[in-house]
């Protein structure tokens, strides 16, 4: 079995939602499973000193340009959404609790919460949103909303946050595979790359 | 005539050399002539609070990484500097004497200036090292010598970076065609995609 590829990336993250729309298909076309990895990326900020994107002046105007242009050229559904951007710790914490108790249902999960964000514009910041997307899927709600306020799922974010961090992560998405680290949607071509001659 | 490619670059910048080795072949493809315009990346960094990416924590180190895999992918020949970063005041404000004085002769200094750093090590930073760079091209190495040190040319490069700067221009390389702004190497494909469907 070959090594994943590891896809960390937060949730209220716009190119991390543009990578996720790829990072699949990249998987199958070069014979990688992916293991997708939300995770706070505010606290890798506060580890590498960096500042969101849309906190820095001419940066924050550029993107939300660059956000609306990636989005034509890569055929992603997209809007800028309100309000920007949420704390995901309630998608966050679920996706975890999926991956453990219903491990097929994570990245369902996982597309349908940036969906929900990027495309539908729906809150993903709060509990109940986010119940309500795992329901539309077939989930249980209630038992999501109720592993959300679990300390097992918030230890278990903030480990995976940590372990990121760890391995050098410093912006969402992040993209390492077998210890070769890539940053940014614009590196998957590169992730492919590397992948195809290694 | 259609619009050119405004091309905005810093010589001491990896990006920036790297986006010059595809600038001229995107621009034929789309019959667009492109403007090189060298500019003191530094000030346009003091404008907008932006670091210099290899000053930051963690992403200094990728860097170096991304620019070794960029050089393999694109097939362009690269290797990291000593000293890094150079303040590149000598070949810069050469440009735009040359483009006054000798247009004809300006871009392909440009490329020889970039090509010296990152290619062959050489310190673009020294005025020596400028003017003979300039002469293996067959220009006058003492008369460059003399603009560099010249207030009209120090002059010419400060207004270029201030106009850069009031464009919205933060980083090297940054691209405007027609009042659209595209930041980093990684924006040639987005570039193209926009002179095409425009």
Redesign the interface.
Known sequence: MPAAIDFYFDFASPYGYFAAARIEALGARCGRPVAWKPIMIGSAFK????VPLVE????GP?CR??WD??SR?WQVPYRFPEPFPVVALAPSRAFWWLSETRPEAAVPFARAIYAAYFAAGRNIGEVAVTAAVAAELGLDGSALAAAVADPVWKQRLKAETEAAIAR?V?GSPFIIVEDE?F??A??L??VE??LKSS
């Not at 580890?47 to 960096?50: E, W």
């Not at 820095?56 to 940066?59: A, F, N, T, V």
């Open positions: 580890a590498s000193g960096n820095q002046p001419l940066k550029y340009r660059d242009r990636l050229l050098g410093f680290p940053w940014g614009d590196r071509e590169m790359e590397w």
